[in-house]
């Protein structure tokens, strides 16, 4: 194994000559909304969700090495088309399987029909497939359940970037949930201040985000560079993939941070951390593994096996030649068949209750 000397950087020393981005070049106006934006393609608010025709969604995406990719962002590069709704999909049974829940503990409490004269409201950013959010709409039908993403996904959905600013969300949530959307996020300690802002008194925050490392058999991390192309190959692949989503200015470590910035949030409370390991490459095989566990194994091998697929518009939209790509993919695939070197990637949860009463300094803070 590499030490820990490495940055981001050395990804280009398996580029052609690609020179690293400058902040300018990786710069977002996080003052402006998205009504300043373009706001043909917004809603004026939570009750009127944006939704388009099929003509239309043909302009929310490209093809790229394959794939489908949304147009709106150039910050988020993993596919949006039907492959990767369906891999989203089983992900969402794996997290179901994994927690052992659909919802974090204060959800039935905080979106019970139990106030007079108020609609609870939940609002999903990032809603990939939108299995989550209409999960919560069969389970909280008297609720306002609204779905926002870059593209238009199974579930109608509001078309947003929400690097672009939340403002118009202040103050109509019980519930603001958002998991695995850090590749594409800027400033994603901005928008734990921003989504707290658009929950309403004792409303619910819930995020959840991979680390994109890699762990073995005890939980350690996995520590390896870019300038060398060995094993251990899903380890090495997740470096890679780190690397490429810095490279366009995404926050590849915010689920490292996600306990600090909300507990250190003045207007939180009741701040719960939590942290599930999923085995990328399982343990090596074991005649007592029960069926459940090897159904399990299964449904997590095929998840991996397409979030590979997925990586790569990313991972090759960062000048990284195809052989090196295909090199790592095999090895990768090659390391779940044998499963003799066990690997972990680690999700870290949070969740916490807004306060009723909001620390006055706070309030008068700039909202952008």
Known sequence: MDGDSDTESDIYSVRSGLPPPSESDMSM?????????????RSASPQSVFSVTDSMQANFQRQEYGRGLQTYSELYRLPADEEELERLDKQHTIFVDLM?????????????????????????????SGSWIMD???DFPHCSAVAVDLIPMQSPSEVD????????????????????????????????????????????????????HIYDK??????????????????????????SIKHIGGDADAATHLLEWVSSNPSFEDVVYREFWLPIVPPPYSPTESEATRRFYRKMKENTSA????????????????????????????????????????????YARKKSTLDANWMRAPKN
């Open 218 to 243: 005890d939980h350690k991390r996995i520590e390896l560079g870019t300038h060398e192309i060995a094993p251990p190959w899903w380890a090495r692949w997740m470096t890679f993939l780190a690397a």
């Open 307 to 350: 979030f590979l697929g997925a990586g790569r518009p990313l991972l090759l939209g960062s000048d990284l030649p195809v052989e090196l790509v295909d090199t790592l993919e095999q090895g990768a695939l090659r390391e779940m068949d044998e499963r003799k070197i066990t690997q972990y990637t680690r999700l870290q949860c949070v």
């Open 29 to 41: 106006a996080s003052s402006l909304t998205s009504y300043e934006v373009d706001p043909s393609i």
């Open 136 to 138: 919560v709409a069969r």
């Open 100 to 128: 052992g829940e659909k919802y974090v503990p204060p959800m039935e409490s905080v979106m019970a029909d139990d106030v007079p004269g108020e609609t609870k409201a939940c609002l999903d950013l990032g809603c990939g």
């Open 161 to 212: 970037d929400v690097n672009l600013g939340l403002e118009h969300f202040y103050g109509d949530f019980n519930v603001v949930h958002a998991r695995l959307i850090s590749s594409g996020i800027k400033d994603y300690h901005l928008l734990v201040d921003q989504m707290c802002r658009a929950l309403r008194p004792h409303g619910l925050l819930d995020i959840s985000e991979f680390d994109f």
